[in-house]
């Protein structure tokens, strides 16, 4: 089975630019969500979607920061304008279950790299 | 509010020798425990949970976690550590998906 997919694994550009981060979850999984991992602040949630409708989005940092889930089989993570302080690791999850799901294990891409210069 | 400590950033131990990797949390109402692994540029790795039922659960790659409600702890063991197991080991909390500052465990060959 195909695992979560992230793209893209790397991602370098300028302070100012549009960045678009995407994810495609595993195939029937309900539940979506997008953290930041960074050293100084460690694995921060930043919002999650259960069955394509944003549910928590009280860790997306500012307005510069806005996430959709358009469809069960994609998400992306936009920043716009980026700022350096933006570097980090990104990383989608997917967990299966309904209403229950914080009962569930959560299923990890491999992440995007993202450095903003 | 709901909370995960791991009180310790690093933990060295011998191959061969049982690991511990602590976990204290901070929930309201019974709480859902999970405890995540991490390799090098990967994503998180789910290696067990705990939901309710028998304090000892059993989960992936010869881990375990013990439950302890006085405590409020749900620490993570193995009876023979192997260097494959160096890693970075996450403890979270399912109720609002907080997870642990990470405990960087060293296996010593």
């Known amino acids: 089975d195909a695992g979560v997919i992230q793209s893209p694994r790397h991602e370098v550009t300028e302070m100012g630019q549009e960045v678009t981060l995407r994810c495609k979850p595993i195939?029937?999984?309900?539940?979506l969500f997008w953290y930041r991992q960074t050293m100084m602040r460690g694995l921060e949630l930043l919002i999650y979607?259960?069955?394509?409708?944003?549910?928590?989005d009280s860790g997306m940092p500012e307005d510069r920061f806005s996430a959709k889930m358009p469809n069960a089989s994609f998400s992306t993570l936009k920043i716009q304008p980026s700022e350096p302080r933006d570097s980090a690791v990104y990383f989608c999850?997917?967990?299966?279950?309904?209403?229950?799901?914080?009962?569930?294990?959560?299923?990890f891409g491999d992440g995007t790299r993202l450095s903003i210069l | 509010a709901q909370s995960v400590a791991q009180p310790e950033d690093q933990v060295n131990v011998a191959e061969g020798n049982p690991l511990t990797v602590k976990c204290t949390y901070s929930?309201?109402?019974?709480?859902?425990l999970f405890w995540y692994v991490q390799y090098p540029n990967r994503g998180l790795q789910f290696l067990l949970k705990?939901?309710?039922?028998?304090?000892l659960v059993k989960g992936s790659y010869g881990f375990e976690a013990e439950f302890n409600k006085s405590q409020t702890s749900f620490h993570l063991k193995k009876p023979s550590a192997l260097v494959s197991d160096s890693a970075l080991y996450f403890c979270?909390?399912?109720?609002?998906?907080?997870f642990g500052p990470g405990t960087r465990l060293s296996v010593l060959p």
């Open positions: 999850a997917s967990s299966p279950g309904g209403t229950e799901y914080s009962n569930q294990p959560q299923h």
């Open positions: 195939s029937g999984h309900n539940s």
């Open positions: 979607f259960n069955n394509n409708v944003p549910i928590d």
């Open positions: 929930v309201s109402g019974n709480p859902y």
């Open positions: 705990y939901i309710t039922g028998d304090n």
């Open positions: 979270a909390v399912g109720q609002n998906f907080v």
